[in-house]
């Protein structure tokens, strides 16, 4: 929801004193104005991530011994040795179901376990093994073939390279930048005599030959120098203690002939990601970053550590499966053609062959990297779905517009919100509540004199199928009169400081103190918390949002809880900290499901994240601002988000601070409409902006847009349905759909949604024009409002005044839509579909539409109707693929729209069971749309229409 | 009687509503002919009757599905007998939400709703009446308001008319007093000024005669061994004389005092040397004290220089001798003196009626440049002060000057503006006040106040809200809101319906 000054300028007001008060004063105010950059610590002031980027690209010290190797059916595991310390690890190759790979390497006789998410946790199961080959040694060479790829592992120097089709796809440790930080005893006299050595050496500096002694001397008795931030790291005024010594783990990852890398997010960056080489490396840290910077590779509230790599003839995935901080830098080569003889066959007319390569650290953890081979888009999305899941169909109500401001401020408020949507006749689905509606930040617990009834006030917004969502932050004040604080400090559920007793910090209530969401028992006692009896004043139609769980905490090092600080498992908060927000948001499923023993499904909303959030709430971009940039980058990141399976997200619409003008809210409606996730939400300091509230001509326009947006609903459900299958990102990057036209590749301000809409937000103010990009040769597109037609494979300057989206439907595509405006998603459960069919030159189409109650688990029992449209031959054909017993619907079909035709049909009829009916229509031969009337139609029925 | 009429009436429309489609009111009834091509009532395409309310639009208008949802922009009327006819957008039909108090906008099954009409009619009767009360009370006030307001401001114009007309005479009799007061002033001032010289010399030539006696207490001081020969040696051992503060007086140090001498004697000291010392110099007992205090220096810090500086500068005040007293003018200025008192209290209160005319002209000007309604109704809230207190806050409107909160618990007051101006709708300004310009928010904007009013037979602040931040929302009755209540007649029911 929002960060808060606090923060931002805590060691301002109280570190420093006396004298220069005033200037201090300032510094604080500036910080108003931007993110305050010294709150959060570069690569500089992280000790692993300096030296994992010291390393330069060589010959690795690890070799695998091709004598130890064991064969599996599906795996081979050696040992490999890191020759200078003698340190052993155990190295296994795993050949997973459905062209993926598994490569782990761990210590083998580690002085202390390392932390691996559990499977459940982040992997929804162990992954299918799939046989593995061994296809014997040549030279230093092992080959092990799997279906049509192929892994070669070299002994020594390690290295590892994936094929396949005999192409080269993946490059592991080719650079030699593999570091394994092994566990091991503190030093006798530790950091301090090496700090006083470098301290000499500075002193002697010119005296070389006693340095080089030194360094050869070194070299005998360890191979990894001690340093000083590997025992005890300081940043600003807090000291980390590290008593396990350093832990981290680092590894070089190249894609031969790839140019474009795309993923883990949360960056505020380009949905290409770019070369690191004078930035910092893109960080993974779940951090609460008080207004953030555009165009940086620094780390945001949520992290996925999944990277796509793709070009013209393939995408790859490499899916990095640790919970740790982490850095990915990134850097842009040229391929090492003596090796891979194959590549030059895919790249014609160039004379070097691209390479990205890729370095990645984390602080802690094991090696244990997932390779998805693809080959296409949609085949890495169903792999990395394999391994982490889906995103469960949404209720139809959450993918509709949500109205969201920090704060209404009472019932009165509340109410007389909803009545001005319907007064505005502007349909919305779900009213929220920020930290304010609580009494004193005490979640589960209502402000009893701005919110004396919550009951009825839910009653009333459920009486129009509306919803509320409140907001549940991680965060418990320390007042033992607080019952569900008082509980879990009793029961022993709270995180702990280094010295174990429960870790005390800042957040919005003040001194407070945290679940151990970690422990499946801390989830289920949470979960229960959402009960009826538990929250009293929740009602059915109440769902939840957690916020700055990633966790935010106001007075510790980056805003967020200390390294060093230990889970009730015995894990530091350093080896566990990206998955700690993800498991808040599941236990707060758990307990919403649990209300009504699983049958309904709900709704949740979170700021943190990690790889499996997917399958349990939905993700928006924070803490974004009022500004045009914000609206522009809101595309990459949500597009990013989707990329990693996250499909159900979106950014604050109208930016979160600041007062955007009427200009800019109106745009940013537009856009929000027709991304995944749409929810206005404004800042408590900001001036109201409800979408009733602006001049006339604007409100006609964002009316139109959120009507837009509940025209497409059953398209957006039929799409979510797909994607809990296949895990398809619902909101696409171009190249996702036209993986092999290579102008597509760095677009990232057109966008489809599924396969057959694509979108071009207008995002620049005073914007009267848009430049779209039509991918796709020979494809065909139309203007969803007047349809006018555009070819593929061109950009296009096209007229966008204020009340224009731009907006296309595909030519081959049929789309289903609801065209009766109502107050809510619920109300139009009922209401007729309008089918439009958009030819291709071919004059055929495709499509297909999911209905079932819109609201339960029943669909997983098969209780929905699937049905396949197709046009070919003059007809179009409803072929309903799935009926489930006993679901049954009273939708029908109203009109059909067939959009591209050349000519007017002289008779359309409808055919169904052996009757034929002839139906009116209408045809213009300008824009070539024939409108037929009323078929009528139960939509879960199977009929023909044909034009003769 | 009234009952019977009453029952009449729903006969006959019972019957006219089976005949017209559903959702089409009686006014518009005629359009609707049963077995007759329809005309699209205001985008005019014709469809077949079969066409209207079968649940599909067919007119750009919507008007061919007047009981059904199928058009987003149709309206349905929902007769609701009991109450009064309305009009609903057409997607609330068949929305499972009963919108009609008579439930005939849900007729598809998905909802069962009751009939409300006569409930809502009555209570709304009912409101209505007690609001026609209300405003019958609060228009009787409003009447004296508006009689209090005209009279005012008939006073006000009055009053100021009259004194700009006395504005002229006044200031010229000031004028011409001024010119006499001038022209005594003139030898009077002269005349002190050289009794003030003559004083100032004589006081110089006693100071410097003072100041040699100083000098040549000083001296002796100094003069350690007595040989009438201030020398370097004696001045060393006053550490007032360390010049670069480093706790010794070197030989350096001393001799520079001594005008580079080794030694001066009295006349010497009183002609060269005190002058340049006697600031610096300090007697053997005070000289004591500064050494005591001197550690404490190197800790102070600025306050603490600040107050040391201040007791620095204070001390010459204390150390001065008392005043002398200037000698009385001789008799002649005296009397010029009294002359021109005389004149100048005749002056003075010239000025003050003056002025006083003018401050009246300010405050009636400020009366009337401010819009006190078509009636001068609002003019009885002037210099009147609301309060009305939540559970924070205590929040104050000073009509036409303010408004502002303060902490319940005590605590500074806040403005929250200052009167800007009317801000109701264009149609009806006097619906809403804005007070504008208060105190500026941390980070934000300056607080201002939309004060919403309405009728009601007392002067009342009766709500205060924080819509945004810092934008704050007041509701206030007044009887100078009220209306002049329609009369009362029988015909009502019969036009609703």
Same mark, same amino acid.
């Given at each position: 929801m929002r960060s808060r000054m606090v923060a931002a300028s805590d060691t301002v007001f109280f570190s420093g004193h006396t004298m220069k008060v005033a200037g201090f004063f300032l510094l604080g105010l500036a910080s108003v104005f931007s993110v305050q950059r010294d709150n959060f610590r570069t690569c500089d002031n992280v000790g692993f991530c300096k030296r994992h980027r010291a390393l330069e690209p060589g010959t690795s010290s690890y070799a695998a011994s091709a004598s130890s190797m064991k064969l599996n059916p599906t795996s081979v595991s050696l040992d490999v040795l890191e020759k200078k310390s003698d340190v052993k690890f155990t190295l296994t190759i795993f050949g997973l179901k459905d062209n993926t790979f598994r490569i782990r390497l761990e210590e083998k006789d580690a002085m202390r376990k390392r932390y691996e998410p559990p499977v459940g946790d982040v992997l929804i199961k162990v992954p299918e093994g799939e046989e593995l080959k061994y296809n014997g040694q040549s030279g230093n060479q092992l080959t092990f073939n799997k279906g049509t790829s192929r892994v070669v592992l070299t002994t020594e120097p390690l290295r590892i390279d994936v094929y396949s089709d005999d192409d080269p796809v993946i490059s592991i440790n080719s650079q030699g930048l593999l570091k394994f930080e092994h566990t091991r005893p503190k030093p006798e006299a530790p950091p301090a005599e090496n700090q006083d050595e470098e301290n000499k050496e500075e002193a002697q500096e010119g005296e070389e030959e006693q340095q080089k002694e030194e360094e050869v001397k070194e070299e005998e008795v360890k191979a990894e120098p001690e340093e000083p931030d590997m025992w005890e790291e300081t940043f600003k005024s807090h000291t980390d203690s590290k008593p396990f010594g350093p832990t981290s783990i680092g590894v070089d990852i190249s894609f031969p002939g790839v140019e474009h890398v795309y993923g883990i997010p949360e960056h505020a960056d380009s949905l290409a990601l770019k070369t690191t080489k004078t930035t910092d490396p893109y960080r993974l840290y779940n951090l609460d970053v008080f207004e953030y910077d555009l165009y940086n590779p620094m780390a945001l509230y949520g992290a996925v550590p999944l990277m796509l790599a793709h070009n013209e003839k393939r995408t790859v995935g490499v899916f990095w499966l640790n919970a740790a901080e982490t850095w990915v830098d990134i850097s842009s080569n040229v391929a090492d053609k003596s090796i891979f003889s194959n590549l030059a066959d895919f790249v014609t007319g160039n004379n070097e062959i691209p390479q990205t390569d890729t370095h990645w650290f984390s602080e802690s953890g094991v090696i244990d990297v997932f390779l998805m081979l693809g080959p296409g888009p949609k085949d890495v999305f169903r792999q990395y779905a394999a391994l982490t899941g889906t995103t469960p169909l949404p209720p139809l109500f959450s993918i509709s517009y949500h109205q969201c401001r920090w704060n209404y401020n009472d019932q009165d408020d509340v109410r007389t919100v909803d009545e001005n949507f319907d007064k505005f006749d502007i349909p919305y689905d779900v009213i929220w509540l920020d930290i304010e509606h609580t009494d004193g930040k005490r979640y589960f617990t209502w402000d009893a004199a701005k919110f004396p009834n919550s009951i009825e006030m839910l009653r009333n917004i459920s009486s129009k199928g509306r919803k509320m969502v409140t907001i549940v932050d991680p965060h418990l004040k320390r007042d033992d009169n607080y019952k569900v604080f008082a509980e879990a400090r009793d029961k022993g559920l709270l995180i702990k400081n280094k010295d174990g007793g429960d870790f005390d910090g800042w957040c919005w209530p003040g001194s407070s103190g945290w679940p151990d969401f970690l422990e499946k028992h801390v989830r289920d006692w949470w979960a229960d918390k959402f009960s009826a009896s538990e929250y009293v004043g929740s009602a059915p139609n109440l769902y939840v949002w957690n916020d700055m769980n990633e966790p935010s905490v106001f007075n510790a090092p980056e805003i967020t809880v200390n390294r060093d600080i230990k889970h009730l498992g015995g894990w530091e908060n350093r080896e566990v900290h990206n998955i700690y927000g993800m498991y808040v948001h599941e236990a707060t499923m758990d307990g919403l499901l649990k209300r009504t023993n699983y049958q309904e499904r709900a709704f949740v909303l979170t700021r943190a994240f990690f790889a499996g959030t997917q399958r349990t709430a939905a993700v928006w971009t924070g803490d974004n601002m009022g500004e045009w940039s914000h609206l522009k980058i809101s595309n990459p990141m949500i597009m990013s988000l989707n990329l990693v399976g996250i499909t159900f997200s979106g950014a604050d619409v109208g930016g979160f601070f600041r007062n955007p003008d009427n200009e800019l809210v109106t745009r940013w409606y537009q856009a929000g409409a027709f991304q995944p996730f749409f929810r206005a939400h404004a800042h408590l300091d900001t001036k109201r902006r409800e979408p009733y509230l602006l001049p006339d001509e604007n409100v006609k326009v964002i009316r139109e847009a959120i009507r837009a947006r509940y025209t497409y609903l059953p398209y957006w459900y039929t799409e979510f349905f797909t994607s809990e299958k296949d895990g398809a990102a619902v909101m696409r990057p171009l190249w996702v759909e036209f993986p092999k036209e290579k102008a597509t590749f760095g677009i990232d301000d057109n966008y489809m949604i599924g396969s057959a809409l694509l979108v071009r937000p207008v995002t620049d103010q005073g914007a009267t024009n848009a430049n779209v990009y039509f991918p796709g040769a020979g494809e065909v597109w139309y203007d969803v409002e007047t349809y006018q037609t555009y070819k593929g494979q061109q950009e296009v300057n096209v007229q966008a005044p204020l009340s224009k989206i731009p907006v296309y439907q595909k030519g081959g595509t049929i789309i289903p839509r609801k065209m009766r405006p109502r107050r809510s998603s619920t109300l139009m459960f009922d209401d007729p579909f309008t089918l439009v069919v958009a030819l291709d030159p071919k004059q055929e189409a495709n499509g297909q539409l999911f209905i079932d109650d819109y609201r339960t688990f029943k669909y997983r029992d098969g209780a929905y109707g699937f049905i396949k449209y197709s046009f070919t031959s003059h007809k179009l054909h409803s072929n309903v693929e799935h009926q489930g017993s006993g679901f049954t619907t009273k939708e029908w079909l109203e009109r059909v729209i067939v959009v591209g035709l050349p000519h007017e049909p002289r008779k359309v009829t409808l055919h169904q069971s052996g009757q034929t009916k002839e139906l009116i229509f209408t045809y213009d031969s300008t824009t070539h749309v024939l409108i037929i009337r009323k078929p009528g139609v139960n939509i879960l029925q199977n009929w023909t229409i044909s034009l003769h | 009687m009234f009952y019977k009429l009453l029952l009449i009436l729903s006969l006959s429309f019972f019957a006219q509503a089976a005949e017209r489609p559903r959702g089409v009111s009686s006014a518009k009834a005629s359009f609707y002919q049963p077995g007759k091509d329809f005309k699209c009532l205001t985008s005019g395409e014709t469809v077949p009757w079969e066409f209207v309310n079968d649940d599909y639009c067919d007119c750009k208008d919507g008007t061919d599905e007047p009981g059904t949802s199928a058009c987003a922009n149709g309206f349905f009327f929902c007769e609701n007998r009991g109450h009064r006819g309305s009009y609903i957008i057409s997607s609330r039909v068949n929305d499972g939400i009963c919108d009609c108090c008579d439930g005939s906008d849900e007729f598809d099954e998905k909802i069962k709703c009751g009939n409300t009409c006569d409930e809502i009619g009555r209570k709304e009767r009912e409101e209505r009446e007690a609001f026609r009360q209300l405003q019958e009370q609060g228009y009787k006030i409003k009447q004296e308001y508006m009689q209090q307001g005209k009279r005012a401001k008939d006073e006000k114009r009055a009053r100021l008319s009259e004194l700009e007309k006395q504005m002229a005479e006044l200031t010229a009799a000031r004028d011409e007093i001024q010119t006499r007061k001038d022209e005594v002033e003139a030898p009077e001032t002269e005349a002190k000024e050289r009794h003030q010289k003559a004083w100032e010399e004589l006081k110089a030539a006693r100071q410097a005669e003072k100041d040699r006696v100083k000098a040549a207490h000083a001296f002796a001081e100094l003069d350690a061994n007595r040989d009438n020969v201030v020398d370097y040696p004696e001045m060393q051992k006053h550490l007032e004389f360390d010049i670069d503060s480093d706790g010794t007086v070197s030989v350096e140090e001393a001799r520079e005092y001594l005008d580079d001498s080794d030694g001066v004697d009295l006349a010497k000291f009183q002609d060269k040397i005190w002058t340049n010392i006697k600031d610096i110099y300090k007697p053997p007992a005070e000289a004591q004290e500064t050494k005591e205090a001197l550690p404490d220096e190197d800790v102070a810090t600025g306050s603490q220089d600040e107050e040391d500086r201040g007791e620095d500068s204070a001390k010459p005040k204390e150390a001065g001798e008392e005043e002398e007293k200037m000698p009385p003018y001789d008799e002649e200025t005296q009397k010029l003196i009294e002359a021109a008192d005389?004149?100048?209290?005749?002056?003075?209160?010239?000025?003050?009626? =003056?002025? @006083?005319?003018?401050?009246?002209?300010? !405050?009636?000007?400020?009366?009337?440049? =401010? @819009?006190?309604?078509? /009636?001068?109704?609002?003019?009885?809230?002037?210099?009147?002060?609301?309060?009305?207190? /939540?559970?924070?806050?205590?929040?104050?409107?000073?009509?036409? @000057?303010?408004?502002?909160?303060?902490?319940?618990?005590?605590?500074?007051?806040?403005?929250?503006?200052?009167? !800007?101006?009317?801000?109701?709708?264009?149609?009806?300004?006097? /619906?809403?006040?804005?007070?504008?310009? !208060?105190?500026?928010?941390?980070?934000?904007?300056?607080?201002?106040?939309? =004060?919403?009013?309405?009728?009601? =037979?007392?002067?009342?602040?009766?709500?205060?809200s924080e819509p945004s931040r810092c934008e704050y929302q007041f509701e206030f009755t007044t009887p100078a809101r009220c209306k002049q209540p329609e009369p009362v007649t029988g015909q009502h029911q019969h036009t609703e319906l």
């Open positions: - | 005389v004149v100048r209290k005749e002056y003075d209160e010239a000025a003050d009626k =003056v002025k @006083d005319a003018e401050n009246e002209v300010n !405050g009636l000007k400020k009366y009337l440049e =401010v @819009d006190y309604g078509p /009636d001068e109704e609002f003019s009885a809230l002037r210099d009147q002060c609301f309060e009305l207190t /939540d559970r924070e806050y205590t929040y104050k409107l000073c009509a036409f @000057d303010k408004s502002s909160q303060r902490p319940k618990a005590g605590g500074i007051e806040t403005s929250l503006g200052k009167w !800007g101006h009317w801000y109701g709708p264009e149609e009806d300004k006097y /619906d809403a006040m804005k007070y504008e310009n !208060g105190q500026s928010c941390w980070n934000g904007p300056s607080r201002s106040t939309h =004060v919403n009013l309405h009728c009601g =037979v007392e002067n009342k602040l009766t709500g205060a």
